[in-house]
Nanobody
Framework: QLQLVESGGGLVQPGGSLKLSCAAS????????IGWFRQAPGKEREGPSC????????YYDDSVTGRFTVSRDNAKNTVYLQINSLKPADTAVYYC???????????????WGQGTQVTVSS
């Protein structure tokens, strides 16, 4: 059974940083494209940060580019999302998801974690 578990969320002041982790069990994460999405109350999942399973290239939504970085540690079977210069508008539940094919659309991902809450507030 494919499982993804996110961690690393929390309460942070504006301008701060967090590093989210997405750990996999039951499968080898490097064989999958991984997407990070976020969902605020009453809104759809959005703001993708995705890393390819073919060449390691990454895609970032305009809302996060320059502040978010997605990376892999294959030895730990984990993907990370480094978030810098956090803004209150970044407050959301952050999810990681896995897909055989690289896509930036949430509908293209078949396995999802349970999410981790990120709250940006002073």
């Amino acid at each position: 059974q494919l499982q993804l578990v996110e961690s690393g969320g929390g309460l942070v002041q504006p301008g701060g940083s967090l590093k989210l982790s997405c750990a996999a069990s039951g499968f080898t994460l490097e064989n999958y494209a991984i997407g990070w999405f976020r969902q605020a109350p009453g809104k759809e999942r959005e703001g993708p940060s995705c890393i390819s399973n073919s060449d390691g290239s990454a895609y970032y939504d305009d809302s996060v580019t320059g502040r978010f970085t997605v990376s892999r540690d294959n030895a730990k079977n984990t993907v990370y999302l480094q978030i810098n210069s956090l803004k209150p508008a970044d407050t959301a539940v952050y999810y990681c998801a896995a897909s055989w094919l690289f896509t930036v659309q949430p509908s293209g991902y078949t396995s999802w974690g349970q999410g981790t809450q990120v709250t940006v507030s002073s």
